[in-house]
Structure formats: C-alpha cells, structure tokens
C-alpha cells in the first residue's frame, strides 16, 4: 500500500518507519526542510533507541522516503496519515490548526480518492469536522472518507509499543474503511477495536486521563505514606498485585510530565467544560500533579532554610529516560525555581544536556558528564530515572559531593543501600535516610 504521512515529530516518524517496516511504501512529509534533510541523510531527528538502524534499512530497501513537498509525497497515495502536532492552546484547549492546515493541504493537493487517518491527539468530534473542512476544499469528483486511529506509544519505548502495543484503535463511519485499515495494520499483530469515530477519539483521552490520574492517586498516598511513616513502594505493591488495581503506573515521584498527559488532561478538561460539564476528578488530578512538581523544594528548604549560593546537581533535564524530549518536563519548573532562590545549579543529562539553555531560562550550566555535576556539589536533585542513574551506587555521592545529601524525585535507590552509603536522603513516599553525623 503506497501510504504518506504528515508530519515527521514523534509520532509521525516512528508511525512512518514502522508502516514501512512492515512492507508498505511510506513517504513522510514534513514542512520542517532542515529536519527532512537530517532524514534523508539517514540521520533521526528524535532520540529513540532502535529507531535509526529501523529507519536506514526501509531507506535503503526503498521503501521509506521524506519530502518537504506535499504535492510529491501525496501523488499517489491511497492512504494519508495525519500526525502533526496539537499543543496546547493558552486556556488549555487542543490547538487544532496544525491538523487543520495539514487538512487543507492535503485537500487542495489530492487528484484521487484517500482515506484521511487522523493519528494526532484530537477533541472528539475534529474527525468529523475535519473531513468537512475537505469536503470543502477538494477538486470535484474526489472522494475522502476519514478515519481515527490515535497513537498510544510511549516516548522512549516508541518501537517496542508500536509492534507490541496491547490494542491498536480504529474509528470510521463505515465497515469499508474500518477493514482497509485493519488490513494495513494487521502485520503489526496487535489487537484492533473498531469504533466509531467520537468514541475512539474519546478513547485516547481517556486512557491518558486515566493513567494520569493513577500517577496522581499514588503521589497523593505517598505524600500520606511520609506523615504516616509507610512506604509507598511497599504500598504500591500491594496494591498492584491486585489484578483489578495493577501494578502499572503506580510508581510515586516528583509528578508526570511529557508532551502528552499535561495537554491531554488539561484538552480533557476544557472539553467537558464546553459541555457543561465539570470534571473535578481530573482537575484535582492535574492540580496535585502541579504541587507535586514543588515537593521537592519544599524539602530542600525545610532542610538548609536558605539554598542561596549553594552549589546543587540536577540530575536528568528530560520528563523520563530514554528521551531528549524535554517537553513540560519537571527540570522546567525545579532548575528556575533553584536559580531563584540563588543556588548555583548544574544540570546533568546523558542526552539532552545541550537542550538545557536553549529550553531552561535560568542561570544554570549544563553536563554530560554525572561526575562533573556531582563535583563539589552542596546537594542534588534527581529528576529523571535514566538507567546511569539508577545504576549508580549511592556511595558515589558521598566520593564526590561536598555535603552527600540527594532529594530524589524518583526514587532511585533503596533506602538501605542510601543508609549503608551513609547518604542523606530524601525520596517521595518513604522514610529519610539521615545519617547520625548530619543530625
Ligand atoms: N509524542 C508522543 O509521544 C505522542 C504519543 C501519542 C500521541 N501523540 C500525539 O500525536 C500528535 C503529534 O505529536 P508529536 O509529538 O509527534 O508532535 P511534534 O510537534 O513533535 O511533531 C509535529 C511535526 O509536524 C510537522 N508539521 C506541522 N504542520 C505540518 C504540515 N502542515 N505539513 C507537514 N508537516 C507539518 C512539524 O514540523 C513537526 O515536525 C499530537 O497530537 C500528540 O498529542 C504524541
Ligand atoms: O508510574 C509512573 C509512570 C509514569 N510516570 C511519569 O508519567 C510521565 C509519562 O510517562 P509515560 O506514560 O511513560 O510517557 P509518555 O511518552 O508521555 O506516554 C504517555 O503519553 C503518550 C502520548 O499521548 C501515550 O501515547 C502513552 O500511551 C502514554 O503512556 C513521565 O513523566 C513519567 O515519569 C510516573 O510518574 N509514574
């Protein structure tokens, strides 16, 4: 099937080295002409372990190709996906103007029949919409029929979602469409559910609002756990072995960031609003996600009163490992607010570093190098789980640190082996570790 996909960010790169991977002919188009370049000559324009080896060998099997010219990637595809991005607007709705554009591109290009698939994140009822906006616009006696199918892979592990994601959604108006496109997708192996087009539009806002608020449940228990003197990880086990709970997502820390659930949540939000609807589960569950982002200043200052000229390691810019996505990433909120107060901060990132001063407007450096963060550093704070990270062994920062104290927003380590370091630690949900000299 010759496919194109609009739309080369995360999901439209990933959608498009995965359709050609499992035979298809794909042509991604993309307005950005710097990032079409980067892929032609091989080069990935995102951080996504497994992608790039992917994506050169459908290149050189022919099979995928990257254009800045709409006209050329659409010539003669029957089936167009729709992935570009839907940020959020400044009162937290879906802005929908780039899938409004890309829409029109494509109506005023095509010279033959297509079915629109409408990967992008949308408000229930833009599929519809969005066909009308087509309608409009296309040269007489073309024929577009539309279809939602939202994207559910995580950043990070985008590959291993797409071929072993636990459903793929397809929304249509007729049986036709639902079954072409189930044909398209049926080498990925997944389960489909076919749907109409609200609901599976509906679906993936859902999910999100869901999976957020599991995140928020837990943040609020471990905040519970510290005055209470529990373990939330203990918590959270037992709970999770309950199957009607499960154990997914229910890992407390310093809140949820990404490109995806602070918009969606927020997009949910203002849609029930539209409809006089007011949903106060999910507006609680964006509100302790917002204070939960502040936690771990409020600790900091509980301990040293005043951080001002002290030296603090920030460890991990990126809202989780495995990305360079900093997108509504806790690091945007902690490293001003650390700045702020006057402390000398340093950012530590195995990949994203060089992001830091473009995305962060603060007074802050930037590493790739844990140990030079570490170095002579007052105190740290750890943001993102990255696997280095994680496998560092807390007697590290005692080696290195000037004052051995860490406030860990992921709780990366065990509060044994922090106590066995003699580190003095502070994680989310669980006891401090302070050791008998710092006292
Ligand atoms: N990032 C994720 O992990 C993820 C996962 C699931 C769903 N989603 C949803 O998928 C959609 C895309 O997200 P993303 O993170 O890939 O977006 P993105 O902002 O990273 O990328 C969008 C791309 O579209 C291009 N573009 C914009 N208008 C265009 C046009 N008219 N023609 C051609 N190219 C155009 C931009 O240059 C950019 O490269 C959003 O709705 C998002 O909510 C994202
Ligand atoms: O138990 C958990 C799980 C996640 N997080 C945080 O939640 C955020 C989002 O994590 P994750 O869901 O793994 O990453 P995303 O790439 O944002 O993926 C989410 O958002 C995408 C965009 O819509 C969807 O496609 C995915 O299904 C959905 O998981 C990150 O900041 C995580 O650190 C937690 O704090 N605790």
Request: aromatic share 8%; charged share 25%.
């Given at each position: 099937m010759k496919i194109a996909v609009i739309g080369t960010g995360y999901v439209g790169l990933v959608t498009g080295v995965a359709l050609a991977e499992i035979g298809h002919t794909v042509t991604c188009i993309d307005v950005d002409p710097k990032k079409v370049e980067a892929l032609n000559q091989g080069v990935p324009t995102i951080y996504e372990p497994g992608l790039g080896?992917?994506?050169?060998?459908?290149?050189?099997?022919?099979?995928?190709?990257?254009?800045?010219?709409?006209?050329?990637?659409?010539?003669?595809?029957?089936?167009?996906?729709?992935?570009?991005?839907?940020?959020?607007?400044?009162?937290?709705?879906?802005?929908?103007?780039?899938?409004?554009r890309a829409a029109v591109e494509v109506a005023e290009q095509i010279d033959h029949p297509v079915v629109v698939v409408i990967k992008s994140t949308v408000p229930v009822g833009t599929n519809l919409r969005i066909k009308r906006l087509m309608m409009r616009r296309i040269r007489p006696g073309?024929?577009?029929?539309?279809?939602?199918?939202?994207?559910?892979?995580?950043?990070?592990?985008?590959?291993?979602?797409?071929?072993?994601?636990?459903?793929?959604?397809?929304?249509?108006?007729?049986?036709?469409?639902?079954?072409?496109?189930?044909?398209?997708?049926e080498p990925f192996g997944i389960p489909i559910v076919k749907t109409d087009l609200f609901s599976s539009e509906m679906i993936k806002y859902a999910s999100n609002a869901f999976l957020a608020t599991k995140i928020s449940f837990i943040n609020e228990i471990a905040n519970l756990c510290e005055k209470l003197g529990a373990n939330v990880e203990e918590v959270a086990k037992g709970m999770g072995m309950d199957h009607r709970i499960g154990s997914a997502f229910l890992r407390a820390g310093i809140g949820y960031g990404g490109s995806c659930f602070p918009k969606d949540t927020n997009a949910l939000v203002q849609l029930a609003g539209n409809h006089h609807h007011t949903f106060n589960l999910l507006k609680s569950v964006i509100e302790v996600n917002n204070q939960q982002h502040r936690l771990l200043i409020d600790k900091i200052l509980e301990r040293f009163g005043s951080i001002n000229g002290?030296?603090?390691?920030v460890l991990g810019l990126a809202f989780k490992p495995n990305t360079d996505d900093l997108r509504e990433s806790p690091a945007l909120v902690m490293i001003p607010q650390l700045a702020a107060l006057g402390a000398d901060v340093i950012g530590y990132d195995p990949i994203a570093a060089d992001r830091g001063t473009k995305w962060i407007s603060a007074p802050a450096r930037y590493t790739n190098h844990v140990a030079e963060a570490l170095d002579g550093a007052d105190f740290a704070v750890i943001i993102t789980d990255w696997p280095d990270i994680k496998r560092m062994d807390p007697e590290t920062y005692v080696r290195l640190m000037d004052q051995p104290i860490v406030f860990d927003g992921r709780n990366c380590y065990s509060i044994a082996a922090a106590r066995e370091a003699n580190l003095e630690y502070y994680s989310i949900g669980r006891p401090n570790v302070v050791p008998e000299v710092s006292k």
């Open positions: 080896e992917m994506m050169l060998r459908n290149q050189k099997q022919n099979r995928l190709f990257f254009t800045d010219q709409h006209k050329l990637g659409l010539a003669d595809a029957a089936v167009v996906y729709l992935a570009v991005g839907t940020p959020q607007n400044t009162d937290g709705s879906a802005n929908l103007s780039y899938v409004e073309v024929f577009i029929r539309i279809a939602s199918n939202p994207e559910f892979l995580r950043e990070g592990s985008a590959i291993h979602d797409t071929f072993h994601g636990d459903r793929m959604i397809i929304g249509t108006e007729d049986e036709a469409t639902a079954s072409l496109l189930a044909e398209i997708n002290k030296k603090v390691a």
